[in-house]
Structures are given as structure tokens and as C-alpha cells.
């Protein structure tokens, strides 16, 4: 008899090995995943100067960000 994949722990364990436990990008203001394996949220990845580490905000978190990034001076 001829059970289903799933039924047969090695073989789930084997395909659930194959899956990404965790996002590609992520915002790092509130974690919202932006990218697993394709695109899932609009985002902004700004490359600080001299730096390996590349920020990723997500579009909501950038446009937050962006209207209280330029100081007023008077």
C-alpha cells in the first residue's frame, strides 16, 4: 500500500530540510520580512560608507525615517 510522503518521518524531514528557516532581508526597525526567496515587501538597502553591513528598511520604516533625517537648522 502506497502511504503519503508526509506519513514517513525521513522523507518529511528530508523536504522540510530543503526549506529556509529564515528571510533573506529583513527591516531592521520592525522585522518585517521583505525578502525570502523572491521580493515580498517593498524595501530600501542603504550602503553605509566603508561598511560590510548594508541596512534594510522596509518602505513604511524608510519613509518614517527619511521626513526626520534632515535636521532644520535655524
Request: hydrophobic content about 35%.
Amino acid at each position: 500500500m502506497i502511504k503519503n510522503v508526509f506519513e514517513i518521518n525521513e522523507i518529511r524531514k528530508l523536504i522540510f530540510s530543503y526549506l529556509r528557516k529564515h528571510p533573506k532581508k529583513t527591516c531592521i526597525h520592525c522585522n518585517k520580512v521583505c525578502v525570502w526567496d523572491k521580493e515580498v515587501a517593498s524595501y530600501m538597502q542603504t550602503n553605509v560608507e566603508k561598511s560590510t553591513f548594508n541596512y534594510v528598511l522596509c518602505e513604511e520604516c524608510y519613509d518614517l525615517f527619511s521626513s526626520n533625517m534632515y535636521c532644520n537648522v535655524t
